[in-house]
């Protein structure tokens, strides 16, 4: 177990830990016979070694995540020209399970690495205190505006007096920002915000704050937001009239939707789909990605990405987070079970999350009651180009 390890970096030593972490290298596999000669302390050192690598795969970037890029990308850029205008801010926002914590961090670590290149004097040892260009929090369920406050505090290591309300705690943080030359702040489960306080007007107004008197780029996250109310109106006071009395119903911006007027809504992280040609290519690139990780000495390359790609949907249902538990774990048993591949057969002795199961096990019932020369099995589309490069 590597010591320091967390799940979510908290403070910005943590984040600088998980910046400067690497994809583990892989190892050279040696011939199947010449394994099994090794001493058993040897081999236990090279099952450790593709245990790591499998349990971490490179980030891909999918067509998903390169759209979601590409509208970023001149939100982030903005913020080092802009003077006294407001930073334009997003949100990632999707199903659970589709990679959004992971793409938000990737995000940070890769606009940290690229502006520390590009200024590397800012984080001279001899600067007048800490240079933390991104910052990192993830909300908890039910946080507050103070919640959120604090947790941007303990990010920034700033003291903060028990039992203060919002601005005493907010106040400190904004000049923490400001002296720290933080320039993108991530807000991660925005979802698990409390939506009870004046039917959640004051975690709305509270981001806007930040939005307002922070000279930063905010880019948050979470799961099918349009389902609560951060992007919700205010209720209009009454029906506009036109010229001849009549009324006329209009969307009617209110003091709750300054955050939907602010922040972009990034809705293109989604499970995959196969019902066409070009998302059967896609998918199976997906599923290529994750099959060149493996280092397992019996596996044939691409077996899973040309003969049981279908399989590999219909256990995850498209979820990109399903399907690298389901390599990871896969991969991990045959390993400890020297198994040395993956197959469909394996694969059914993973356990994965309770909605894949559920989706997985109804998708069988519903084939089971159609008659089998009904049953059609998609004929597989031409072999997908190698991509390099989540979700």
């Not at 905010?218 to 205010?234: K, P, T, V, Y």
């Not at 997985?360 to 159609?370: I, P, S």
Request: proline letters at 7%; aromatic letters at 6%.
């Amino acid at each position: 177990m590597t010591a320091g390890r967390t799940a979510q970096p908290r403070t910005k030593e943590q984040w600088r830990v998980f910046c400067a972490r690497t994809a583990p290298e892989q190892p050279q596999l040696p011939t199947y016979d010449e394994y099994l000669s090794w001493d058993p302390e040897d081999r236990a050192a090279l099952d450790a070694r593709r245990n790591r690598c499998h349990a971490n795969p490179p980030i891909t970037k999918t067509e998903q995540v390169k759209t979601i890029l590409a509208a970023l990308e001149p939100k982030l850029t903005q913020n080092e020209y802009a003077e006294e205008a407001a930073y334009h801010s997003a949100v990632i926002n999707g199903p659970a399970n589709c990679g959004k914590t992971s793409l938000l961090k990737m995000i940070g670590k890769e606009y940290e690495l690229g502006v520390r290149r590009r200024h590397p004097e800012r984080g001279d040892p001899d600067r007048l205190g800490d240079w933390v260009p991104v910052v990192y929090v993830s909300a908890s369920t039910g946080a507050t505006a103070g919640m959120l406050s604090q947790a941007i505090g303990k990010f920034l290591h700033v003291p903060v007096s028990r039992g203060g309300n919002k601005w005493t705690l907010t106040d400190p943080v904004l000049d923490a920002l400001a002296a720290a030359g933080t320039e993108l702040l991530l807000l991660d489960d925005l979802h698990m915000l409390d939506k009870i306080r004046n039917g959640g007007d004051e975690s709305n107004d509270h981001i806007k704050n930040l939005a307002n008197h922070a000279a930063v780029t905010i880019i948050g996250a979470g799961i099918l937001l349009e389902d609560g109310n951060l992007f919700s109106d205010g209720q209009p006071p009454r029906q506009p009239l036109i010229e001849t009395g009549t009324p006329v119903r209009r969307r009617q911006r209110g003091r709750s939707a300054q955050f939907g007027s602010r922040f972009s809504d990034l809705q293109h992280l989604a499970p995959f789909k196969i019902d066409t040609a070009e998302r059967q290519r896609t998918w199976m690139s997906l599923v290529r990605h994750f099959e060149r990780n493996l280092l397992l000495f019996m596996h044939r390359p691409d077996s899973l990405t040309l003969e049981h790609w279908q399989y590999l949907h219909d256990r995850t249902s498209g979820y990109i987070g399903s399907l690298a538990t389901l390599f990871e774990e896969g991969a991990h048993l045959a390993v400890e079970h020297h198994i040395e591949q993956l197959n469909p057969e394996m694969l059914e002795n993973v356990v994965l999350d309770h909605d894949a199961e559920t989706e997985y096990a109804a998708l069988k019932q519903r084939r089971a009651k159609v008659p089998a020369k009904k049953a059609k099995k998609p004929s597989p589309p031409s072999t997908p180009t190698p991509r390099t490069g989540t979700g």
